[in-house]
């Protein structure tokens, strides 16, 4: 029977559109396809020829997806048994899959060169009069992914007969970082506790790793750093590396490595060395050994990565040595196994009294080549942290002798939690699509990352997971789209946003495109309303401090300067903005020439990242002709109006959706809508206050004073500690 | 479709004997009836005739309750809808339900003056020719409680056609605490967070909460007070209020009253009085208009949970007044709504140099009779604080005027967490048929507690819940029958901890009797096995300190002595045991001169309790023939027995439960074997150390040196702040 809370909400609801879910299923629902599809999916339903089952265990992950999806696909109800049965379904239909060493799928002489280490070809085929599907692969990995890839095509209309695909990934490294303590805690975690129950580990592996690792594999993600990037040394501890180990195993017939973030003082914390200087051999000898024993357990370990010297964190500056000496050391320690060093790049210094933004480049610039060829620094999307828009790293682009891996966010910090809608994907389109210039025109971030514009061979992309205990996993069925996208660029960043939310769409909820093609549009526009109503026009980080929940730009009197949002918007009676310009931090200056003329300029620089590079009066005109008062209530407003619309829009949606899901998000725009107001009237409130400007006619006023928005507090906001 | 890698595992599986579950589903499964009696059931299938569904929530609750259970167990796959109907089932057979005001109910005769307030009569009757089961009662709440009982009759093999139930609850207040933190931490909680999910009420409820409802309802608990008594004043302020309100929204209709704890120094954290003497009117009228508001948003509030004074808790202590006048002062704001007081008696402090065990006692007994009428003083089932075994409260029985209300600890804090198997009912059932002689023999503590001793009106039973997050709810299978029976047992007391084993067994798994009596034997040594290999012979409190996970008896260094685990068992070279007799510190005279002759006799004490009451040579002869170390050692190693039986028994049990459940057994198994050695080979270095003695032939030594096992560290163990 279906679970209980969910049969009486189905019993008392007597019209429920739909069976009710609770979002556990991901995209992975593998409904029942609309009748015509079925019918032509329906004769290939059975056992999977597969010849390395019995042999290799992801070839028998990959046969059974298949199985069990497309007897799910076409409404079979009761799963066949297939473990010992390599024979195909009908006489007249069956799907095959293997790799080039299975003789079956060598003589079909697929383009498999194409294919690369991980990626596949399926095709729809026929052979001795029989209708077959093929998914071939060099390795049972691309076997996997191209199992989920077929089942995708079907799920989102792609007819049976008619399949032609061939297809590696983009980038190598495509890899979530769980910043999950050992407490279970997760820092930034808005869907419930860690997903690793560390305590039980390493004896219960709880079933939802399994489900997990069939999730990341299902959107070709094969890496995943397990703990916290502000780490602890525990986790270098043999307890701790046996826990490890353990979801390392559920973890790798899906093709999925594990990473650990490693704390640069380890040794001295276990009192084991009496230095972390990263030229002691001692320290050297401590961390080889180290990597040894991680190695012993975990054969295939991927590597640490690493933030040093940032946030408080301990690194190789506290001895006076760079970033490139602490992460060579390091990687000479992981080289023999051939694992790897990710080096965040993410580092300012409160001694440091220059523009934050302008820190990490002026850090790792001059460590240009000097990084060992094992060593990948991890580069967030912009120079401050995961605001809602960001201008790209002025990293990307300027360091054309290191390997540079994306970091995005998936989880939402700066973008209101789980509860309010935001599909990310444009973002991290905009940033991939972002010209660098460091080979003329068109040398775009994505091929900074890729490693194409310079030809690193380490190359890779980096999400920070939102993914913790909460049933629908996410905290929202909404962030499971951010979840799958993410996945979904770092396998080809050539995909739009768009269509990468038409397919998640089709297969979280309906292919129906009276439903795709409203919830597509919601999602579109959903991240643009959120710097509507938080941060528009470049302004940045105006969150209450910590916990980074609701508006704070008021906030001046913590100890570091770049903590308090007033740092960052600098607003007076005058005007608003960062001068970023030679006039100011000439942060510009630290991108390509091109691109930092464009940002300079008033006249080239787009609206969207105006005050992020400059400080503007208050009754300067804008290109829409209003000031940049009007301007900056007119976006405020767009955002509370867009919220509106992703509720009426929604409400629409109500026939495709099944009782339970639509109530959690119809529930979450509401909170989304009531703080949109809050985030526009205490920003205008502070605002005004600043600048001494009224309110044009017409303009709503905030609905409380300023000091109303002052003394909200939100004490127990999740994910800060 | 079933949740994907449940299914997926069913579909890896060949063998799976039956259906994979995740234990969300509790004993409310209700799995198929096996044939002879499905058949009996079957035509009694379909909508249930309750002609107050329309009116009353709850009976349309319980309606739709036996509706979709009767389905589910008669293997009807598709729910009816009876939204609209009354009808019938079947022309010859039916369900009927209501209250006396129903006319068609009180037509029937039926003896419902027996049943209460809250209780129900359930009969099998003919009536026009058509065979009808009823279920009848006073109140709508008593019908739901009805409709459960009906079920669980069904489930357990009573047989449809033989109904003859009349019940009613022998205790009021049957009451969970939660001691759940508002940043969703729940002190003592190894089941995940919260199931609170506070940062978004109240916008919104999770469909989780109604699941909760349902499950309490369905054993009888009618109060859940929802925070931490170690409480924060943020509960009382009107934020935190809207969320319980829209908790107890939740509630109501399965008949759940909702409570808070109060932090005593509240209104001046909050900064609106000056002072917390409950004798200033200041104090006395913010409370009472604390309580007017909340009763406005939650008319059926229960009332206040207090700890006072208790561990750090401020209190009325500190301005000099008594825990009475505390009470009393909280108790005249909530009595104009109907509300209560439950005041803890747990209190113990670092400045009184007597026997922690003495001092609730000689707190509250000078109190007896100075309480209002509406306030129930709530005293742990022991002196110190829920260890494995207890004799029970010197306060049962000794404070006639005073109706005392139990609390019993659901959750594990001293047994193991999650992960040790400990069936806690005969612990409840010992403590609850203990004499207390208060009015001669046969003066149970369980006619104290339901008031029947001394005529109280105000009565209860409170159990510190193990409910959270997690998937199955106790982060356990097993640990589901503790939340059962501990519900069972408030509403009856005198069932037996034994057939409680049974039902729950039954409906959790399966009413297969060749499943059922060695699951129910396995259950029901368990508690005695964890006493065996942590705390055997009246030891307590020897856990590791802080988190309370493994053995700590050496430690002797924490600040206050009564934190000290040497504090309680006083071992030295001569002997061990806390010598609580006359020669001691003679907490025996706080019990009824009975009761007190019976533990401080070495000749009548039971040797289960004799180390609680008694300082013991080492060599001294037990009742066994043995010397007090050598039946320790006994005790150590049929502790580890126990649980090396519990595996060869539950191993035998795999042809009757689902995989995903059986295996989560196994596992938790394997750590409490492992753990229990630890327990053993630790307790047994640490006290060869301290008493100088060796092992005789025939013991097998610790694996390790005592200095091993002191080195043992546990950070980041769940459940600890």
């Not at 066949?80 to 790799?99: F, K, N, Q, W």
């Not at 710097?531 to 528009?536: G, L, S």
């Not at 008021?554 to 949002?565: C, F, G, T, Y």
Request: aromatic letters at 10%.
């Amino acid at each position: 029977m279906t679970k209980f809370g969910l049969a009486l909400a189905a019993t008392l609801s007597a019209t429920a559109p739909a069976q009710a879910e609770d979002g556990y299923d991901l995209w992975l629902r593998h409904a029942p396809l609309p009748t015509a599809q079925r019918l032509a999916v329906d004769p290939y339903a059975g056992c999977v020829a597969a010849a390395q089952r019995a042999t290799q265990v992801t070839i028998a992950i990959a046969a059974r997806e298949i199985e069990s999806a497309i007897d799910a696909m076409t409404d079979k109800a009761a799963p066949r048994d297939c473990t010992a049965s390599a024979a195909a379904a009908a006489p007249s239909h069956g799907v095959m899959i293997g790799t080039r060493d299975d003789p079956a799928i060598a003589a079909l002489g697929l383009p498999l060169a194409k294919a690369g280490d991980e990626g596949f070809v399926i095709r729809s085929i026929e052979r001795d009069g029989r209708k077959l599907i093929v998914v071939a692969a060099n390795r049972p990995v691309g076997v996997l992914y191209g199992a989920f890839a077929l089942l995708r095509e079907l799920q989102t209309g792609t007819a049976i007969d008619a399949l032609d695909v061939t297809e590696q990934p983009k980038v190598d490294l495509r890899l979530l970082n769980h910043w999950d303590n050992l407490d279970r805690t997760v820092e930034r975690g808005y869907s419930g506790q860690s997903i690793w129950d560390w305590w039980k580990l390493p004896d219960v592996n709880d079933p939802r790793y399994t489900d997990y690792a069939r999730a990341n594999a299902s959107i070709g993600i094969n890496g995943a750093v397990l703990n916290n990037v502000n780490a602890k040394p525990d986790s270098m501890t043999a307890p701790w590396i046996a826990k490890a180990a353990a979801v390392a195993d559920v973890l790798r017939p899906y093709g999925i490595k594990v990473y650990l973030s490693a704390r640069w003082s380890t040794p001295v914390e276990l009192k084991q060395t009496t230095t972390a200087d990263p030229l002691d051999p001692a320290v050297a000898a401590w961390w080889k050994a180290k990597a040894d024993e991680i190695y012993a357990a975990i054969p295939d370990f991927g590597g640490f990565l690493v933030k040093a010297n940032s946030e408080g964190q301990p690194g190789p500056q506290d001895y006076k040595r760079t970033h490139a000496e602490g992460a060579n050391m390091l990687a000479a320690a992981v080289k023999p196994h051939g694992g790897i060093v990710m080096w965040r790049a993410f580092v300012y210094s409160e001694a440091d009294p220059d523009d934050r933004a302008k820190q990490a480049y002026a850090d790792f610039k001059p460590l240009d080549g000097k990084f060992a060829d094992n060593v990948i620094v991890q580069v967030k999307n912009g120079a401050i942290d995961f605001q809602p828009r960001e201008p790209f790293h002025p990293m990307f682009g300027t360091m054309p002798k290191t390997p540079l891996m994306m970091e995005f966010q998936i989880t939402k910090e700066y973008l209101g939690f789980a509860t309010h809608l935001a599909y990310l994907a444009p973002m991290y389109e905009e940033v991939l699509d972002a010209d660098t210039f460091a080979k003329g025109k068109g040398s775009t971030v994505a091929e900074v990352i890729d490693g194409s514009l310079e030809g690193h061979k380490l190359n890779g992309m980096a999400g920070v997971a939102n993914i913790g205990s909460d049933r629908n996993w996410s905290g929202s069925i909404f962030d499971q789209a951010n979840w799958y996208a993410f996945g979904r660029l770092a396998w080809d960043h050539q995909l739009s946003s768009d269509a990468i939310a038409r397919e998640w769409a089709k297969q979280t909820f309906t292919p129906d495109p009276a439903f795709v093609q409203p919830v597509t549009a919601m999602m579109m526009g959903s991240r643009e309303t959120v710097v509507d109503y938080m941060t528009p026009m470049g302004l940045a980080h105006l969150m209450a401090t910590g916990h980074h929940y609701g508006p704070g730009p008021w906030v001046s009197d913590l100890a570091r300067p770049e903590w308090n949002p007033v740092y960052y918007h600098r607003a007076d009676k005058d005007g608003i903005g960062f001068d970023r310009t030679a006039s100011g931090s000439n942060a510009v200056a630290q991108y390509m020439p091109q691109v930092a003329r464009g940002f300079a300029s008033r006249r080239s620089v787009d609206d969207k990242d105006l005050l992020w590079f400059h400080h503007v009066g208050w009754d300067e005109k804008m290109k829409s002709g209003r000031t940049l008062w009007a301007e900056l209530l007119h976006r405020y407003d767009r955002g509370v109006a867009g919220v509106g619309d992703m509720q009426a829009r929604w409400a629409t949606l109500k026939p495709f959706v099944d009782a339970p899901r639509f109530e959690e998000v119809t529930r979450f725009l509401a909170i989304q809508q009531r703080e949109a107001i809050w985030w526009r009237d205490a920003s205008i409130a502070y605002f005004a206050s600043v600048s001494g400007r009224a309110l044009p006619t017409g303009v709503q006023p905030p609905a409380h004073d300023l000091e109303y928005y002052k003394a909200i507090e939100h004490s127990y906001a999740p994910g800060h500690h």
